[in-house]
């Protein structure tokens, strides 16, 4: 590596509070040349409150295309320069992915700090189980494309952890319960680290209750977890070849809608089987 070059490091700052900066976030953002940050005006704040006088400039998702490249130059010039989000670690359902895969090409050191994410700490407290989970970020804006994604998500047999907006918290929940059921346990975090910090959890179908029992309740960062689905039982082995040689003539999805109809089976089960592998 062309030790002239400079290293791009990925700085998490606090959720919400600031006493949870570590103390080398603190010296790489008052040593480096330049801050890139997904709100110049969100960071700016805590760069005034530890007294950091480095200079920053915005890389959100509608720029990052255009500013990569500039920044790259900068690196390759010599420059050390900081990541950051608003809050947690860059790139976890934040911006810094196109810049970070253009550094690793490019043989530019990437530096990673430990510190804040809201997926990790939520699920830390949730009471789910953490030996294996599956982060999904966001689900889409849309109902359509949000219950595809979720009925994909069905027979995930491991914890599933999602952000989500507190505009779209009850309609998530609602397609939650159509898809996984009433009785699926998901747990909320919300405002982490913050004053009115709120883990919560139950049924799908009395989070939404307690919910609408207090409209503050859907306010705030939120964090949702989704138990894992329960262990299916093993197929019928007369439903397992009807759908085999169904999915050779139809779509895997329509030969596991058939066959499910028929053995009163769900779909997800037949239509999984044999890609695991």
């Known amino acids: 590596m062309n030790e002239a070059k400079g290293t791009l490091y990925i700085v998490p700052t606090p959720l919400g509070n600031l006493g949870d900066i570590s103390q080398r976030a603190l010296n790489v953002l008052a040593d480096v040349s330049l801050i890139c940050a997904e709100d110049t005006r969100h960071t700016g704040q805590l760069l005034h409150h530890f007294s950091i006088r480095t200079p920053s400039q915005s890389l959100h998702d509608h720029n990052e295309k255009q500013k990569a490249a500039f920044i790259l130059g900068k690196l390759e010039a010599g420059s050390d320069i900081a990541l950051v989000s608003d809050a947690g670690t860059p790139l976890i ?62 027979d995930e047999p491991r914890t599933l952890v999602f952000y989500e907006a507190p505009r779209r918290i009850l309609d ?61 039982e093993e197929l019928p082995k007369a439903a397992v070849k009807l759908f085999l040689a169904l999915a050779e003539e139809l779509p895997r999805k329509k030969a596991a809608s058939l066959v499910a109809e028929a053995f009163e089976l769900k779909k997800n089960a037949l239509y999984n089987l044999g890609l695991e592998g």
Not at 99 to 120: D, N, Q
Not at 138 to 150: D, V
């Open 93 to 154: 359902s934040d911006p810094g992915y196109t810049l970070v895969s253009l550094c690793r090409a490019a043989g530019i050191k990437v530096v990673p700090l430990p510190g804040p994410c809201a997926a990790i700490a939520a699920l830390s407290a949730s009471g789910l189980p953490t030996d294996r989970f599956a982060f999904e970020g966001f689900l889409p804006a849309k109902q359509s494309a949000r219950l595809t994604q979720l009925e994909a998500l069905s």
């Open 172 to 232: 998530t929940l609602a397609d939650m319960e159509t898809v996984f059921g009433p009785e699926r346990q998901v747990v909320l975090a919300k405002e982490l680290t913050k004053t009115f910090e709120t883990i919560h959890g139950a049924p799908v179908a009395e989070l939404q209750a307690w919910l609408n029992e207090d409209s503050n309740r859907q306010k705030g960062e939120m964090v949702l977890m989704v138990a894992p689905a329960p262990k299916q």
